[in-house]
């Protein structure tokens, strides 16, 4: 089955101590990025990823940083995290081409809460 | 990128077809208009996208004005798993483009 997969689901972590969420995809897509969902304000994009080794920032990468060592994996790093930071992140993946030619799949979520 | 605008919520008889407009009175020439929905506080689910014809797949249609200043997503049956957040974007087809998600409309089907 096509997926996305993001662990942990659920993480409730202190301030400062570093953390790491995993994100997945088994569809041979080339697009990765992450998104942060906070009420109120939409989707916002983290930072995105065209291609193994290729990362780029978003529109709030602030305090998070990405890898894309491998195509099917793109971690999402808080290496000093902050309560700012608690919020609902997505994962998400779509072959190399336009939009219109490939809709983006979404990953399940992780809640994130930083105490 | 071009702003979108769609009502905060509304409501939909289980079985009628569920009507959602969206405004995009600034989108360019090279834009399409995209929808996608959330259930809950799952992951993000893409619907449908079209240029400037009408658009129908298996689980929507979408109208678009000759104009191309709004467009409607039709969900001809709705049914209560309906229920959901639908979002309306407007985007280039660039690979590199990012999709800016707005508040969306809060559908709620009623049985």
């Known amino acids: 089955e096509a997926q996305v997969t993001q662990n942990p689901r659920y993480l409730i972590t202190v301030t400062g101590k570093k953390l790491t969420v995993t994100c997945s995809q088994n569809?041979?897509?080339?697009?990765m990025s992450w998104y942060r969902q906070d009420p109120g304000l939409g989707l916002r994009q983290i930072y995105y990823?065209?291609?193994?080794?290729?990362?780029d920032k978003g529109d709030v990468p602030e305090g998070y940083k990405v890898s894309r060592k491998e195509k099917r994996n793109f971690p999402l790093i808080l290496e000093s995290p902050s309560p700012n930071q608690t919020s609902l992140y997505f994962c998400?993946?779509?072959?190399?081409?336009?939009?219109?030619?490939?809709?983006?799949?979404f990953g399940d979520g992780t809640r994130l809460s930083i105490l | 990128d071009a702003k979108t605008t769609q009502p905060t919520s509304m409501d939909c008889a289980e079985g009628r077809a569920a009507n959602l407009p969206c405004n995009h009175s600034?989108?360019?020439?090279?834009?399409?208009v995209y929808w996608y929905r959330q259930i809950h506080s799952q992951g993000p689910q893409y619907i449908i996208h079209?240029?400037?014809n009408n658009e129908t797949n298996e689980m929507a249609s979408l109208i678009i004005t000759e104009d191309r200043k709004s467009s409607t997503l039709i969900l001809p049956h709705a049914t209560l798993r309906d229920t959901a957040v639908y979002y309306c974007i407007v985007s280039p087809d660039n690979y590199g483009q990012n999709f800016v998600f707005g508040p969306g409309t809060r559908l709620s089907v009623l049985p």
């Open positions: 569809m041979n897509h080339e697009y």
């Open positions: 600034t989108i360019s020439g090279n834009e399409y």
């Open positions: 079209g240029l400037k």
């Open positions: 990823s065209m291609n193994v080794e290729v990362t």
């Open positions: 998400a993946s779509r072959m190399k081409g336009g939009l219109t030619r490939q809709p983006q799949h």
